[in-house]
């Protein structure tokens, strides 16, 4: 390899090393991608069907709190009326 290297042109050896530092320049890119990769990963695995499911929990309990709010609400005009 190191023959290879000295019997290769100043010019050779420039863009060899430019390549690198560009390749260099990716590799870095790339590293700073992976923990948002995994992020978002982990979300789609874990996190968004976790909230999913609390949503459809909570909004269960929403729907029932309203209909209980409905019918005391029906009460309280037919009583109302009453006395």
Do not use: C, Y
């Not at 050779?12 to 430019?18: D, H, P, R, S, T």
């Not at 999913?52 to 009583?79: D, I, P």
């Amino acid at each position: 390899m190191n023959s290879q290297i000295s019997r290769l042109s100043s010019k050779g050896l420039k863009e060899i090393e430019e390549e690198q530092k560009m390749w260099q320049e990716e590799l870095t890119k790339l590293r700073k991608i992976q923990p948002s990769a995994t992020t978002v990963q982990e979300l789609k695995n874990e996190g968004i069907p976790t909230l999913e499911a609390q949503v459809k929990e909570e909004t269960t309990k929403l729907e029932a709190a309203q209909e209980e709010v409905e019918e005391v609400n029906l009460l309280f005009s037919v009583h109302g009326r009453d006395s």
